[in-house]
């Protein structure tokens, strides 16, 4: 293009519009309010609060849910607690209690995916697919999916985990079994 055409001149101004914006909201700094908002929630829900830990215990999925629920088994007997934190107070007792559970089978369109987790009270220590999609290309795919999708269930402690690149069908077909599995489990 020459120079002094206008498209020219349109395509720079709006790319450099389009920087400035990014620029601008990358250096957007959080307000003074949001950061203070959020910190009692999660001291409290560490400390067993009952309030905290019931709010905390809402997120599936976080690490903030299951260690509130763990401290709210460990509140003392004294304090306030609805029907479903009694029944957690028990919790301590078979808290070293390991147990493994199978989840059902999940058919996804290459083949079955199985999955089978450890748990030590009610924190999943392990998870291991015991069936995958076989065969071709699958037999590739899996050997890097499966391993990233045990580490994420452990790291998760809920099935709410990432699906891995390039094995869709294998990842919703592991989360499907490991819901299954913690279901069972009572988690």
Do not use: F, W
């Not at 560490?46 to 509130?68: C, D, E, L, W």
């Not at 029944?87 to 995916?113: E, F, H, I, L, M």
């Amino acid at each position: 293009m020459k120079k002094k055409h206008p498209l020219r001149r349109m395509v720079l101004c709006t790319a450099a519009t389009v920087s400035g914006i990014v620029l601008m909201l990358a250096l957007k700094q959080p307000a003074p309010g949001t950061a203070a908002a959020t910190a009692p929630v999660q001291v409290g829900a560490v400390a067993g609060s009952p309030t905290a830990s019931a709010a905390a215990t809402g997120s599936a999925g976080s690490v903030q849910g299951s260690a509130s629920a763990s401290a709210s088994a460990s509140a003392p007997a004294s304090a306030p607690a609805s029907a479903p934190a009694a029944a957690k107070s028990s919790a301590p007792a078979a808290a070293n209690v390991t147990r493994s559970v199978t989840g059902d089978t999940a058919q996804t369109q290459y083949g079955p995916v199985q999955v089978e987790i450890t748990m030590t009270g009610t924190k999943i220590t392990a998870a291991t697919a015991l069936q995958h999609p076989t065969g071709g290309q699958s037999d590739q795919i899996n050997a890097n999916a499966v391993p990233k999708l045990n580490q994420e269930a452990v790291t998760a402690q809920s099935a709410s985990i990432d699906a891995v690149s390039g094995a869709s069908y294998t990842s919703a077909g592991y989360k499907q079994s490991l819901q299954s599995a913690l279901d069972k489990a009572g988690v």
